[in-house]
């Protein structure tokens, strides 16, 4: 199901058992929306506002970057696939969101670089992986066998 996504004020007003999903081209224009759509669902799931204003944001722009640029290789004629939805539990709350490429796919285990790396300052790439795990919770790479496509999940549990 394409979604388009909500403005602010009614991302806000958003049932936090209400999964939201978008399917987008490979535009990076379309980032912003996505990102909103999913810190809206956040706000009413009562995250920080620590997590909704950088955590969130920034591995989400990140993770759609990626499949956007590297997954898809911006081709236009391919799209990638979000799916967020928070989870409530006894323990919180906890925010899952799957961003799905039409590419080949990467080992996450091997991609990226840290600060500590010789070529950090030097590279134009490879921050992205970093970033994403520095501000999740967890940060998981799977590839369906059957079907093209590589889906980053984001996971970050309410503070």
């Avoid at 979604?3 to 978008?22: C, D, F, G």
């Avoid at 010789?118 to 795990?133: A, C, H, I, Q, S």
């Amino acid at each position: 199901m394409a979604m388009r996504v909500p403005r602010t004020k009614a991302a806000a007003a958003l049932s936090p058992h209400q999964p939201l999903e978008w399917t987008i081209a490979s535009d990076v224009l379309a980032i912003e929306r996505v990102v909103e759509g999913v810190v809206g669902l956040c706000t009413a799931s009562g995250f920080s506002a620590k997590q909704c204003r950088f955590n969130i944001p920034i591995a989400l722009t990140e993770a759609l970057a990626n499949a956007i640029m590297r997954g898809n290789g911006s081709d236009a004629s391919r799209s990638v696939r979000i799916r967020s939805s928070v989870q409530m539990t006894r323990d919180g709350a906890t925010l899952n969101v799957d961003v799905t490429d039409e590419g080949a796919g990467f080992d996450i285990d091997t991609a990226g670089c840290t600060p500590d790396a010789p070529d950090w300052l030097e590279r134009e790439d490879g921050r992205g992986v970093f970033l994403m795990r520095s501000l999740m919770d967890r940060v998981e790479c799977t590839r369906a066998s059957d079907l093209p496509g590589n889906t980053v999940r984001l996971v970050l549990h309410r503070a």
